[in-house]
């Protein structure tokens, strides 16, 4: 059974938000619950929301509703790993790690990562929701890194590393999967590089070419989230150069004030030569054959009859 692609729609888009407002309302509720009540409880309450919306995810699976259902079934998901980890608290699996991102031995939250990518393939192979594909990407190269580093300049390596190795799989892989993976690899690359790169001036002309390049990729690949991450790297950089010029260091506003109204000018040549970066970029995609399409709707000319009883 091949993997759907959901069409965009008024009725789509709006089983997305109330999907996510849920998602949303759960994590609040999980915070709440967590705090009036203790282990043993909360691992109930945990367990009664997940079985509520697994119950709601077959029943939308039988009756043939594929988007609900998948949308559903990504919340069950997000529903077991939390009732796992608040298992492990209640047992007291709740190893930390250091100060750092990726620092310490975190056997428990491996194993929890191992358990809730187990449950995203099983939900995948089951509805076959290409949105699955988003937290599968994310939670591997998230285990992997912490596994290998301990934080700092080798984790970026690693994220770097596993953004090129993503954008390989994401062209070998469908359309519809390739996506999210596509979306994955380009913020991990970004991510690595901003890492590096944000400290210094020639870090963020860099970051700029970078942006670029990524733009270039997206049109290589047929992929626009490419261009968006390009576009919004294009966007911090210039932000960066706004400020740098303008008021030399963001922090001397908190001292000095606000910059003098002669160099008020410099965000605005910065950003409207930004503007202008975007439209010849767009230019250059639509050139080479990436751009928006045209659909000739034909006009049907009313019988006289009609016409005249119409006006």
């Known amino acids: 059974m091949d993997v759907l692609k959901p069409r965009w729609t008024s009725s789509s888009f709006l089983l997305y938000l109330g999907a996510f407002t849920i ?59 939390t009732f796992v980890g608040a298992v492990f608290e209640w047992w007291g699996w709740n190893a930390g790690g250091g100060d750092k991102a990726f620092d310490g031995w975190h056997w428990s939250q491996w194993l929890l990562i191992l358990l809730v990518l187990a449950a995203l393939g099983l939900a995948h192979d089951r509805y076959r929701f290409p949105l699955f594909v988003l937290p599968i990407a994310v939670l591997i190269w998230f285990f992997v890194t912490d596994v290998i580093s301990g934080g700092g300049s080798w984790s970026a390596v690693v994220t770097l590393l596993f953004g090129l190795a993503y954008l390989a799989t994401g062209v070998a892989l469908d359309r519809i999967r390739g996506f999210w993976v596509h979306v994955v690899s380009g913020v991990l690359i970004a991510g690595a590089l901003l890492y590096w790169w944000n400290a210094s001036t020639a870090g963020w ?46 922090r001397s506003i908190l001292t000095d004030g606000p910059p003098s109204a002669d160099k008020l000018w410099i965000p605005i040549v910065v950003f409207a030569s930004l503007g202008f970066v975007y439209v010849v970029l767009g230019l250059i995609a639509a050139h080479r054959g990436d751009g928006p399409t045209t659909t000739a709707v034909p006009v049907v000319t009313p019988p006289p009859a009609v016409a005249a009883t119409a006006e």
């Open 23 to 81: 998602l949303g309302a759960m994590t609040g509720a999980y915070a709440y619950l967590a705090d009036r009540y203790g282990n043993v409880a909360f691992v109930g309450w945990t367990l009664l929301m997940l079985a509520i919306l697994l119950v709601l995810a077959v029943g939308f699976r039988v009756r043939g509703a594929w988007l609900t259902g998948g949308l559903f079934a990504y919340l069950t998901v997000a529903a077991f790993g």
């Open 205 to 250: 002309w860099a970051m700029a070419a970078v942006s670029v390049v990524f733009v270039f990729v997206g049109m290589a690949v047929r992929r626009s989230s490419w261009a968006v991450i390009g576009g919004l790297g294009l966007w911090a950089s210039a932000t960066y150069f706004s400020i740098k010029w303008t008021l030399g260091d963001a």
